[in-house]
């Protein structure tokens, strides 16, 4: 319990740092592989806001349900992905979602990350 309150507590620092996205869990699992857990969440990046410069400790896949947005990722060309496509960021990969369009981007994002760890962690 105390792992998971750390996690959350984590998330939760790196939305008040960027009021424009909201992360809410929908299910948090272990998995087969040992140390790992799979996080399902519901994304949302208000227009003309971003996620901010972050890592994970593990994969994010995520899908458009809603929206535009460009998907930044460190040492990789500028990705842009609409409504019914998906991206994946590798684990430890600084990057950054941004939503220059004019209505929310709503994501279902799946986070395979080490137990224990936080969820997200602002990056330079």
């Given at each position: 319990m105390k792992i998971l309150a750390l996690s959350l507590a984590a998330a939760a620092l790196l939305c008040a740092q960027n009021p424009g996205i909201k992360r809410t869990i929908v299910q948090k699992k272990d998995i087969s592989v040992p140390g790992r857990e799979a996080v399902v969440?519901?994304?949302?990046?208000?227009p003309g806001s971003s996620a901010g410069r972050?890592?994970?400790?593990?994969?994010?896949?995520?899908y458009v349900m809603a929206g535009e947005l460009e998907v930044l990722v460190e040492g990789e060309p500028p990705l842009h992905v609409k409504t019914g496509e998906a991206f994946q960021i590798p684990a430890g990969a600084k990057h950054d979602a941004q939503n220059k369009g004019t209505v929310?981007?709503?994501l279902a994002a799946v986070y395979v990350v080490e137990k224990g760890k936080p969820l997200a962690t602002p990056a330079p």
């Open positions: 969440a519901k994304v949302e990046i208000a972050h890592t994970h400790a593990g994969e994010e896949i995520s929310p981007v709503q």
